[in-house]
Nanobody, 125 residues
């Protein structure tokens, strides 16, 4: 059974950092594009970042550029989102997701086939 499990949730102060992880089971991620998404209360889910199967191509939401870094370790079947200089507006539930069929990186949620359960990130003083 294909499953994605996120970890690394937490409460941090503005300016702090968190590293989210997402481990896959039941399949190998090497042929999948990986995305991270978030959904804040009362808002639609938005795509934060995507990384290609090789890890060489990435895309970012404008507000995440320079602060967030997406990465993958295919050998560990795990993907990561390093988040630095966090702001209160980054508070949301964060999700990892994978897509195989599209063939390129996209931060559009409708292209993603499987999702993690979501974890809470809260940025507050």
């Amino acid at each position: 059974q294909l499953q994605l499990v996120e970890s690394g949730e937490g409460l941090v102060q503005p300016g702090g950092s968190l590293r989210l992880s997402c481990t896959a089971s039941g399949f190998t991620i090497e042929n999948y594009y990986i995305g991270w998404f978030r959904q804040a209360p009362g808002k639609e889910r938005e795509g934060i970042s995507c990384v290609s199967t090789s890890g060489r191509k990435t895309t970012y939401l404008d507000s995440a550029k320079g602060r967030f870094t997406i990465s993958r370790d295919n050998a560990k079947n795990t993907m990561y989102l390093q988040m630095n200089n966090l702001k209160p507006e980054d508070t949301a539930i964060y999700y990892c997701a994978v897509n195989e069929g599209l063939g390129y990186c996209s931060t559009a949620a409708e292209f993603y086939e499987s999702w993690g359960q979501g974890i809470q990130v809260t940025v507050s003083s």
